[in-house]
């Protein structure tokens, strides 16, 4: 069981998005000064073109297509050399033809800009990398401490930190893949502008100030969406994992975040709650979308069985067997202050059973008997269940074996009341 906390994850969970925005906001100036010597760097290759075949002869070559007649036009793409002994006069604007077709200075241009985007890549995945790991950090140590494990529990490089980096939780790719495709469109897009400017005959300040707004704008907005969002995902799953690890968690809760005015998307699935371990990002967990500031997510203490521990330890100590609910709620775990809107919440797993119908009575039984011979399983082999059992912490191994006896447990106690509640109605169990 988690020691109690003052704090309330909720809150909690809004300081560390405040000083995550503030350390989104350095690494967008660091990329922001990067693109722009990277931009200048463009710039020089671009002038140098310009240099080499004449600003003049590019937009000449312009003027030139524009008053040449259809065949002649034709004549000037298709045949260089026949064009050339019909219009002599033409005759030094042929090599922006050829390069704007060929490998020649243009070609090295391309490969210029492909080289670059190349670098930018790895710079942005080193960057990206260095700081996700300190987000994920963080966040697993915001959640160990609301846990009363202490605000430096994990350190950089523990497992519990680098689960969450590097997922490919956004269609099937990871961070660092999505910084190659955005590079490799960007690539593109820039060999495709510059051909287009030399084709329109654009002069060199055109092209130039066409190439760098989009190599900048499109770098920046890229990167700050990638950013935000995979630090979205960090927020919420490097925490979430700590959760998942104590077997006292098996539910989270999504939230709104009122003041971040969420999207529909998000508001709609507000108040839901879900099992830990079918959080799904886009579908039930955060990030719901790119760019999803909307949410937030609370796990869930099984109460049930934190106040069964309690119970047994107020009978140890022959005090009142009544549970004081404000301790629950200082652990920062409670949504309400009004306890009985909690219990109702808590208390709900198996509470509709007088509600089920005979088949479905028959068919929970069926499913809780399963249950229990999985948990028994379990308990029995637990490496088959985890392979990497004998490397746990053995407060670990304690934990999961003394839940799964709590879930045979409580599977009892549901087929008995499931069983007598079919008696009751006069029916017998198979
Ligand atoms: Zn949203």
Not at 63 to 85: H, N, P, T, V, Y
Not at 281 to 309: A, S, Y
Request: hydrophobic residues 35%.
């Amino acid at each position: 069981m988690s020691a109690p906390s003052n704090i309330y994850w909720a809150d909690r969970q809004a300081q560390l998005a405040a000083g995550l925005a503030k350390d989104e906001k350095r690494l967008y100036a660091k990329f922001s000064a990067y693109y722009e010597r990277e931009a200048a760097r463009l710039d020089k290759e671009i002038a140098a073109f310009y240099a080499q075949y004449g600003e003049n002869n590019i937009i000449e070559y312009r003027q030139l297509l524009q008053s040449l007649s259809d065949a002649d036009r034709q004549l000037l793409i298709e045949r260089m050399d026949k064009f050339a002994e019909k219009y002599p006069e033409y005759a030094h604007l042929l090599p922006v033809r050829e390069s704007i077709y060929k490998l020649n200075r243009l070609e090295g241009l391309r490969q210029s800009i492909a080289m670059q985007q190349l670098e930018m890549g790895a710079y942005e995945q080193q960057q990206a990398q260095e700081f996700f790991v300190k987000q994920s950090q963080r966040f697993a140590n915001g959640a160990a401490e609301m846990m009363g494990y202490g605000s430096s529990f994990y350190s950089i490089d523990s497992d519990m930190v680098k689960m969450a980096v590097g997922n490919p939780w956004c269609s099937g790719k990871n961070f660092s893949e999505r910084i190659w495709d955005n590079r490799t469109k960007l690539t593109q897009t820039l060999q495709a502008e510059i051909v287009n400017g030399i084709i329109r005959g654009d002069d060199y300040h055109t092209t130039s100030h066409i190439l760098q707004g989009r190599f900048k704008a499109v770098s920046k907005s890229n990167i700050e969406r990638l950013v935000f969002t995979e630090d979205t995902y960090l927020q919420n799953e490097s925490a979430m994992n700590v959760f998942a690890n104590d077997p006292d968690f098996e539910e989270y809760t999504f939230m709104a975040r009122k003041k971040a005015n969420p999207c529909d998307l998000c508001k709609a699935l507000s108040g839901k709650t879900f099992r830990i371990e079918e959080r799904k990002p886009g579908e039930n967990f955060p990030p719901m979308h790119p760019w999803c500031g909307c949410t937030f997510t609370i796990p869930q203490l099984d109460i049930r069985k934190v106040l069964e521990n309690r119970r047994k330890h107020a009978a140890e100590q022959q005090k009142s067997t009544a549970i004081p609910l404000t301790d629950l709620r200082e652990h920062g775990i409670m949504k309400s202050k009004d306890p009985l809107r909690i219990s109702m919440q808590f208390f709900g797993k198996n509470q509709n059973i007088e509600k089920l119908n005979d088949a479905q009575l028959k068919k929970s039984i069926r499913s809780w008997k399963a249950g229990i011979e999985l948990h028994k399983d379990k308990i029995a082999n637990p490496k088959k269940y985890y392979p990497d059992w004998d490397t746990f912490d053995p407060r670990y191994q304690d934990g999961n074996v003394h839940h799964w006896e709590k879930e045979i447990s409580n599977f009892e106690t549901d087929i008995q009341r499931a069983r007598a509640e079919l008696r009751k109605r006069g029916i017998a169990d198979e």
